[in-house]
């Protein structure tokens, strides 16, 4: 194997605190010119190039499951169908689309349209309004609410919940951090289980009816849906609006156009600025792409926001193209593992916009620019200010 190169000097390495507020140079580096990259530092096979990510999400040879067995759990659940290869895997999403596939969100769709309404509504009467704290936490939380047909009295305590587990998605938290979220995930399993079976006429409640899963399969499929679902879904709307605020004709035609258009943008929004970057597999045996070959049982990450930036694929890959279709970005994934709550997170988000930019017209950033976190999962900002 030729030794391994190193991003030029002047470049942020993208997991350094500089380069995880602006991963974009050096993605753009690595993919020019080593898009199949390893890195010395974290000792991982770093693919930036649209093909080679699809490849990486889509083939056997690379596995969810493997990397995965020895990770310390307290929650006592089975592995989740995030961290299986088929057929296990399979075994696990069928009943899963229970509680999120179309038909789950179809049936919660009024109730999905009351929580907007509600948060929009509240909205008005505040005088400083945070994207995150304010709107998108509420949304997620509303949503997800419907899914598991928790009663408004229960939302402040879920909240709490799925704020504390979503500690677990950034691999940089720290150890202590990591061990909190671990322990938080036995309280929001124990508070989901405690409600499955008052909640039958809901998408949990089908769920949890089903008998094609044992009990803790079920439980680790909602925890999945939380942990997976709630904070992205939340960090979305921020990001989504630092790329809508400074441009107004683009505001003015989402207002304009119809349903259609607001969820190709959140498409759109999400190939610019995804909260989940990146995904991790392991090959089962060496691969070799047209970029290099990676050996056997090496850890690999599919860099998706720098895939969604692909020249290759994408036309004026860093403009924001609302009206963008086909749109084949990589932040949902793609193949096996795609996003199952996909329709609801286009649901939920084009409905929240459209009617976010038509109710408050006179909605604007203030303050100081916003600034990307450090984080790396999820991709977020810190403190968006807004006036409405
Ligand atoms: C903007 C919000 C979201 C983004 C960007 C996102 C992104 C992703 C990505 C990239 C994957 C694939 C990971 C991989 O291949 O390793 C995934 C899987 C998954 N997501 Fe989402 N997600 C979002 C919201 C949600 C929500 C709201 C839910 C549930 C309510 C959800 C449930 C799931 C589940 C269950 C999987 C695992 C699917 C499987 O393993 O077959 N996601 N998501």
């Given at each position: 194997m030729a030794a391994p190169r190193t991003l030029p000097g002047d470049l942020a390495h993208p997991f350094s605190p500089r380069g995880r507020v602006d991963p974009y140079p050096a993605y753009r580096w690595l993919l020019a010119n080593d898009p199949v990259h390893f890195d010395v530092t974290s000792r991982m096979w770093l693919l930036t190039g649209h093909a080679d990510c699809s490849l990486v999400l889509r083939d056997p040879r690379f596995s969810a499951a493997m990397g995965q067995r020895e990770r310390v759990r307290?929650?006592?659940?089975?592995?989740?169908m995030l961290t299986t290869d088929p057929p296990e895997h399979q075994r696990l999403r069928a009943p899963g689309a229970l509680l999120m596939g179309p038909a789950a969100v179809r049936g919660v769709a009024d109730g999905i349209a009351h929580e907007v309404d509600r948060i929009l509504t509240e909205l008005a009467g505040h005088t400083g309004v945070e994207a995150t704290a304010d709107i998108g936490e509420p949304l997620a939380t509303g949503v997800l609410a419907r899914l598991f047909g928790l009663p408004p009295a229960d939302h402040a305590a879920f909240a709490d919940l799925a704020r504390r587990v979503?500690?677990?998605?950034?691999?940089?938290?720290g150890p202590q951090a990591a061990a909190a979220g671990r322990v938080s995930m036995g309280d929001l399993t124990r508070f989901l289980d405690e409600r499955a079976g008052g909640a039958q006429d809901s998408p949990w409640g089908r769920l949890a009816a089903d008998d094609r899963l044992t009990r803790p399969e079920k439980l680790g499929i909602a925890s999945l849906a939380v942990v997976g679902g709630w904070k992205p879904l939340a960090e979305m709307v921020g990001n989504a609006l630092y790329w809508l605020l400074p441009r107004p004709e683009v505001i003015e035609r989402l207002r304009d156009g119809g349903d259609e258009l607001a969820v190709t943008a959140v498409d759109e929004l999400l190939r610019l600025e995804s909260p989940i970057p990146f995904t991790a597999r392991v090959t089962t045996e060496a691969v070799a792409l047209a970029g290099g070959t990676i050996p056997a049982g090496a850890r690999v990450l599919a860099l998706v926001a720098a895939a969604n930036r692909d020249p290759a694929v994408f036309d004026?890959?860093?403009?924001?193209?609302?009206?963008?279709?086909?749109n084949p970005h990589l932040a949902f994934g793609?193949?096996?593992?795609?996003?199952?709550?996909a329709p609801l997170v286009r649901h939920a988000g084009a409905l929240l916009l459209r009617e976010l930019l038509c109710r408050h017209p006179g909605l604007r950033a203030t303050g100081a620019t916003p600034v990307w976190a450090p984080s790396l999962l999820p991709r977020r900002l810190d403190g968006f200010n807004l006036a409405i």
């Open positions: 307290e929650d006592a659940l089975p592995p989740s979503s500690a677990n998605l950034d691999p940089l938290a004026r890959p860093d403009d924001l193209v609302v009206t963008r279709s086909p793609t193949g096996t593992h795609f996003c199952l709550g």
